[in-house]
């Protein structure tokens, strides 16, 4: 079946510094992927689309500036977090899908923690 | 805007018996997706099942079923004969036919208790 790796699955900054998180789709062209972020015992809020090629399509709220999205290929994207601060500590989530979600299904990467002290 | 709304944040059943986990959403589409994952400890979201609005059988999976009533916006899923390896997080998700991102519930934590 489809896999997504993500990588690392934990990781602790320092405040103030830039932590990239890599989300791959091992066995399928990932045309769309997604990064959410779960809060401790809460929903996983998305964050951006992003599709290969093209800039990342961010929701409401989340600053584009702070969480740079890059898909470069169809099978990796990357979120770095730049100048975290304690308050972007949080569990982050990928996904992926190759096409239309609906019909070929969403496949999650296994999560990131981080932490920023 | 879609919501999904989880009322019940934690649950437990023993193994063997059956449980059901509700949900309910608010869209003003017709023609839409919902979803069921488990994001069991290893925190892996993992797709349990999916109904599309347009189907009026409801959708089963060996041991899960879902109970899905369009008009009262309801979606439940029914896991019968519960494992030890049932107990994870619940998550109900919402998708709008055409859209590609999920709208997610806020989780209900299943314990299944031996």
């Known amino acids: 079946g489809a896999v997504v790796s993500q990588h690392p699955s934990r990781v602790i900054c320092k405040s103030g510094t830039s932590v990239k998180i890599e989300c791959r789709s091992l066995?399928?062209?990932?045309?769309?992927m997604f990064w959410y972020r779960q809060f401790p015992k809460q929903s996983l809020m998305l964050m951006a689309t992003?599709?290969?090629?093209?800039?990342?399509?961010?929701e409401q709220g989340v600053e584009k500036d702070k969480f740079l999205i890059n898909h470069a290929s169809l099978t990796l994207s990357t979120l770095t977090v730049t100048s975290a601060h304690p308050e972007d500590s949080s569990f982050y989530i990928c996904?992926?899908?190759?096409?239309?979600?609906?019909?070929?299904?969403?496949?999650f990467g296994s999560g990131t923690r981080l932490t920023v002290v | 805007a879609q919501t999904v709304t989880q009322s019940q944040p934690e649950m437990s059943v023993q193994e063997a018996e059956t449980v059901t986990l509700s949900c309910t959403y608010d869209t003003s589409e017709n023609n839409y997706y919902l979803f069921w994952y488990k994001q069991p400890p290893s925190r892996q979201m993992i797709l349990v099942i999916r109904?599309?609005?347009?189907?009026?059988q409801n959708a089963t999976e060996n041991r899960f079923s879902v109970n899905f009533q369009k008009a009262a916006k309801s979606f439940s899923l029914k896991i019968s004969d519960s494992q030890l390896g049932d107990t994870a997080m619940y998550f109900c998700?919402?998708?709008?036919?055409?859209?590609?991102?999920?709208?997610f519930g806020t989780g209900t934590r299943l314990t299944v208790i031996p």
């Open positions: 066995d399928f062209q990932a045309t769309t």
């Open positions: 998700a919402f998708m709008k036919l055409g859209a590609n991102n999920l709208f």
């Open positions: 996904s992926a899908t190759t096409g239309s979600g609906a019909n070929y299904g969403y496949t």
């Open positions: 109904q599309e609005a347009y189907k009026q």
């Open positions: 992003s599709n290969e090629g093209s800039k990342a399509t961010y």
